[in-house]
């Protein structure tokens, strides 16, 4: 159809997620024959000329896009506004077959300088996110034919390190106190988390036992909004993580958990598994019309799961209230890594606990942990140096061996006079 003296098109697409019908339509096309191969290259993108300049970067990540309907919720969100705000503004023209690393690299420079003038930079991680979204639709046309290889790999950005927790010490906490700097991610020691849950015990705070989760479990806070009642077996005390609960603005999405590894069961010690028995008799006492509690285990006003910016602002307070060091909502899921690995379990234990897909994540991401435990590893270390010293003779004590004698040298017969 014509509209302004550019071309455009409409299309049926699959139904998304919500079974809803959709409609695909895309313009600004100089003539109807550009329009229409473009159209060809939506339907039947493996006969269209692969050399063909109707075909841009900004179509096929709109395409690419179109496609990926069924990823989850924040995941497509993400997608999507790295292409909107980042890679379609300055790569959306150019066309896609041409593409090459030194484009795609120029418009990553242009997006740090920018930022940078603006006076919000984007972090290390941010930039690698965005290229990751570019790698993965270039992937695909890579499958498809359109490039030979993608050029998005090449990249150099700024080097990031994931931030590793570090322990509230005396030290560090005295340096907080007199600068008002703090650590990236801290975790509280044992005594530490042992105050605030016994803080929320006597101040009777009804969610008490949700934060008691958090810091022992290390659940996620949208796995443990996510909890209903039976995921609970209190009989055989243990705990199925199934679901999660994001936010994106004002919507609440329930969906899966974060990755395959995150469902799990766990298995709860006798303090929690009391705890939680306590709260289904206060559920009963208030439904005494109902024999089994059904629902979410922590809900909100309306019966549906507490709002997870909700439970985060309400930890600060509760943070700050305690008087005891500031540390994230998520650092308590630090904390309880930590907790295991000081009570002697091993890597493959905590990679469980935590849902993590791979050991590697946990071993780099926990390398510090509770200063007992360092301490306890390092005096172990030098009782082995001490106990090897001890059972080493020393250089009196060492057998004398006879030395060989040394062999008589050849002496010449005096002169004769």
Not at 244 to 255: A, F, K, S, Y
Not at 354 to 376: K, Q, V
Request: glycine share 6%; hydrophobic share 40%.
């Amino acid at each position: 159809m014509r509209g302004h003296g550019a071309w455009y098109f409409r299309l049926e697409v699959p139904r998304g997620r919500d079974g809803k019908r959709r409609q695909l339509r895309r313009g600004g096309f100089p003539s109807r024959h550009a329009a229409w191969q473009a159209r060809e290259f939506l339907l039947h993108p493996t006969g269209l000329n692969r050399n063909s300049d109707v075909v841009t970067v900004g179509q096929w990540l709109r395409l690419w896009l179109d496609n990926h309907q069924c990823l989850a919720t924040s995941t497509l969100r993400s997608y999507s506004l790295h292409i909107r705000r980042y890679l379609h503004p300055g790569l959306g023209r150019l066309p896609l077959h041409t593409l090459n690393t030194d484009q795609i690299q120029a418009v990553f420079t242009a997006i740090i300088r920018r930022h940078a003038a603006w006076g919000t930079p984007l972090s290390p991680a941010t930039l690698r996110r965005i290229q990751a979204t570019l790698r993965a639709a270039l992937n695909a046309a890579v499958r498809r034919g359109f490039l030979t290889t993608n050029p998005a790999r090449f990249l150099e950005l700024p080097p990031g390190s994931r931030p590793h927790p570090v322990v509230w010490t005396p030290a560090r906490i005295a340096h907080w106190e007199a600068t008002g700097i703090r650590p990236a991610v801290a975790v509280w020691t044992a005594e530490h988390t042992a105050t605030f849950l016994t803080w929320l015990r006597d101040q009777h705070h009804p969610l008490h036992p949700l934060f008691h989760l958090m810091a022992l479990l290390g659940l996620r806070r949208g796995e443990t909004l996510g909890l209903r009642w039976y995921d609970l077996d209190l009989r055989t005390g243990t705990l199925t993580v199934t679901q999660q609960v994001r936010q994106h603005g004002r919507h609440l999405d329930i969906g899966a958990t974060k990755s395959r590894a995150s469902n799990r069961i766990l298995t709860l010690d006798h303090g929690t598994l009391t705890l939680l028995r306590q709260l289904r008799a206060a559920w009963s006492a208030a439904h005494p019309d109902q024999t089994e509690p059904i629902g979410y285990v922590f809900p909100g006003d309306d019966g549906g799961p507490l709002r997870p910016d909700t439970i985060s602002a309400l930890f600060r307070k509760l943070n700050d209230a305690s008087g005891l060091p500031p540390v994230r909502l998520h650092d308590l899921r630090h904390g309880a890594a930590s907790l295991s690995l000081a009570a002697g379990n091993d890597l493959r234990t905590v990679q469980a606990l935590l849902g993590h897909a791979s050991i590697t994540l946990t071993a780099d991401t926990y390398t510090s942990i509770l200063p007992n435990l360092a301490h306890h590893a390092a005096e172990a270390t030098a009782q082995l140096i001490t106990n090897a010293r001890r059972t080493t003779p020393t250089r009196r004590n060492l057998p004398r061996r006879a030395c060989p004698s040394a062999p008589a040298r050849h002496r010449k017969p005096p002169h004769a006079a």
